[in-house]
């Protein structure tokens, strides 16, 4: 018995030690959340009115005016796949890499697919299957900043400029509330044509008076757009990210107690057997002692 | 055709919204020069300098600095988005003093290592708060 009973002893303290670590974990990553909540809080408008000027300037002009607003057969196709650097944080990269897979289940069939991984949970993923990777950023998820975001836009315009592929797609954790997620798939190149819901009459449907020539302004606007577009991403990801890892730890936290009290019940369950007994031989020897 | 009697104007910059709300008028720099832009404005794409950006407040009028960027003009709406926006309190009025001596000094350099580009960039920036902190 006595065995039986260190053994329990052993369990509740490295329960114990787990314990400290989930909770210094979900404390980490709610500060971290706090941070990266405000930044994505601001960086938001700025990325969605420079959507709603590409979209009413994509209505307005040709598009051959410009490479990326070219619109082909969708031949060749680019992810780009937004995880975390790393994992304790639930379902958070699990998420992202299924909804990844079915996308790439659905268009790998008839045309050629090619990633672009952000994040060491997507790049291990992908490295045993037969996709084929163009970039790879890790260790840049945990400082989030605007200089990743131009060097991965560079590569997918250049790519996308020189016609090697048709069009790109995003998939990210959008950071909805602290304990809420949701993944979102969503286009980037090419800019999508609207098309006018209803002729209104302060908004005619009309080219723009350019101030620069149009090449120059799309020059300068479009880039700077996709740019725009990949940081949001990157920025709501890591929000996610401590967002969903905090719920986590606090659930493994919770757990970790629940196993100790069960722990601790059946430790001194086996102690207060064991005294008994032990109670009982004595009493008992003791009476035949006297009898 | 029905004009549009207010424009309906928002200045956005990275990481903020600074202003949104309806404005009667609003000058903003364009790359070919300032933009008067009064409601009912044909569609017009711009892109923006360095320079300082207003409309009335009441009385008086809000000027803000902005560095590069783009407009976009639409007959009842205006959106600005600007690589960087200050208002007149957020400058600091020495560290302009001293950017536009620095900028001055490069420019004035015989040294064929120095960036005229940077030079040149520096000393409008400077040189647009000057105006807004004076």
Known sequence: MPGNLIHFRRRVRSVKNIQQITRAMKLVA??????AQDRIIAARPYANRMLSVLNSMAR???????PLLAQRDRERVMLVVVTGDRGLCGSFNSNIIRSAMNFIEDEAANRTLSLTLVGRRGVEWFKTRPWQVRHEFVNIMTRVDHRYAREIGKGIIDYFSASELDAVYLVYNEFKSVVRQDVILEPLLPIRRLEFEQESDTDPGVD????????????????RHVETQIFRAMLESEAAEHGARMTAMDAATRNAKEMIDQLTLTMNRIRQASITTEIIEIVSGADALEG | MALPEA???????????????????VTIPGAEGYLGILPGHAPLLSELKTGIISYPDGEDR?????????????PGRVIVLAEEVESPEMIDGSQAQADKEKAEQMLRSRDPGTDYQAALTLLEQASARLQLVD
């Open chain 2, 62 to 74: 809000v000027e803000l600095f902005c560095s590069s960027g783009f407009a976009e003009v639409l």
């Open chain 2, 7 to 25: 424009i309906q104007l928002e200045i956005v910059a990275p990481d903020r919204l600074v202003f949104s709300g309806e404005v009667q008028e």
């Open chain 1, 208 to 223: 723009y008076i350019y101030e620069q020539p149009p090449r120059e302004m799309l020059d300068f606007l479009l880039p």
């Open chain 1, 60 to 66: 307005r002009i040709d598009p051959a005016q410009h």
């Open chain 1, 30 to 35: 709610a500060s971290k959340l706090k941070r």
